[in-house]
């Protein structure tokens, strides 16, 4: 059960990477057939004129913003040499639950606009679960591929993750303007 929130101690650099950005495609995929988005490192939308390109370059967006700001936290912060591939790999393979939440959105939860206010409450709850387990994820994988711990681990990761929501909020509002 450990492997479910932590298991990168096992699989990481390019293994991890390899699996990461599979499931990165994979999720583009199915969040395009179930019009889902995912326009920030932390972001679930539901999306109402999906298209592939718009899926593939939000996912590629937002992994780039979240490995970036990962990997100058972990140098600014970590006293070990790190290894970018690491970083990227445990990063990319942390993003994984989103993939589960496209797989979910195959049922009819997927709400077609704000005015279906069922359907946006139950989306809500059924988001939540993924994204806690994504940013628990995210944080052991930062703490495992960046050799971090305690109360510096968790100011850097929570910083660095803003920095990434931000990041790839401006960058896809300004490369893929709705």
């Not at 450990?2 to 583009?28: D, H, S, V």
């Not at 592939?52 to 913003?65: K, Y």
């Amino acid at each position: 059960m450990k492997w479910l929130i932590n298991p990168f101690e096992r699989i990481a650099g390019w293994q991890a990477l390899f699996i990461g950005l599979a499931a990165m495609a994979l999720t583009a995929v199915t969040g395009t057939i179930n019009h889902v988005a995912f326009d920030g490192a932390l972001d679930i939308h539901w999306w109402t004129e999906p298209t592939f390109s718009g899926s593939f370059a939000m996912q590629v967006i937002d992994f780039f913003a979240l490995f970036l700001a990962m990997w100058l936290a972990g140098v600014c912060f970590s006293k070990s040499k790190l290894r970018a591939i690491d970083v990227a790999g445990t990063m990319a393979l942390a993003r994984a639950p989103m993939l589960l939440l496209t797989i979910v959105c195959f049922l009819p939860i997927v709400p077609e606009d704000i005015l279906d206010i069922p359907r946006v409450a139950i989306f809500g709850l059924v988001c939540v679960p993924f994204l806690i387990w994504m940013i628990a994820l995210m944080y052991n994988a930062y703490t495992v591929s960046c050799h971090l711990k305690g109360a510096r681990a968790v100011s850097s990761f929570i910083g660095a993750l803003l920095l990434a929501e931000i990041i790839s909020k401006v960058v896809i509002s300004l490369w893929l303007p709705t």
